[in-house]
């Protein structure tokens, strides 16, 4: 059974950097691109990052980029989030996610399996 469990959230003030992991189990982490996304309540999840399999190319939301970085360590099988210059609109509910493919992609439907999320909270 695929399972994806995030871990790294907490509560920081703006300006201040968090990493988030994600711990891939079993043999689901290989040929598989990995992504972040966010969701504050009433809102729409929100695309954060992606990266490739096995990790050569990136994309970021705009509103992330320059501020954050995507990794991966495919021996670990564990993907990871350094989120840098933390702004209090990056406060969400960030879930990683498995890509149904090598190729990342940006939305939601592309990722087939999701973990069950880690809360960031920055304080202004």
């Known amino acids: 059974q695929v399972q994806l469990v995030e871990s790294g959230g907490g509560t920081v003030a703006a300006g201040d950097s968090l990493r988030l992991s994600c711990r891939a189990s079993g043999d689901t982490f290989s040929w598989h691109a990995m992504g972040w996304f966010r969701q504050t309540p009433g809102k729409e999840g929100e695309f954060v990052a992606a990266?490739?399999?096995?990790?050569?190319?990136?994309s970021y939301a705009n509103s992330v980029k320059g501020r954050f970085t995507i990794s991966r360590d495919n021996i670990k099988n564990t993907l990871y989030l350094q989120m840098n210059g933390l702004k209090p609109e990056d406060a969400a509910t960030y879930y990683c996610?498995?890509?149904?493919?090598?190729?990342?992609?940006?939305?939601?439907?592309?990722?087939?399996?999701w973990g069950q999320g880690t809360q960031v909270t920055v304080s202004s």
């Open positions: 996610a498995r890509g149904k493919s090598v190729s990342f992609e940006r939305t939601k439907t592309d990722y087939d399996y």
């Open positions: 990266i490739s399999y096995p990790g050569t190319r990136t």
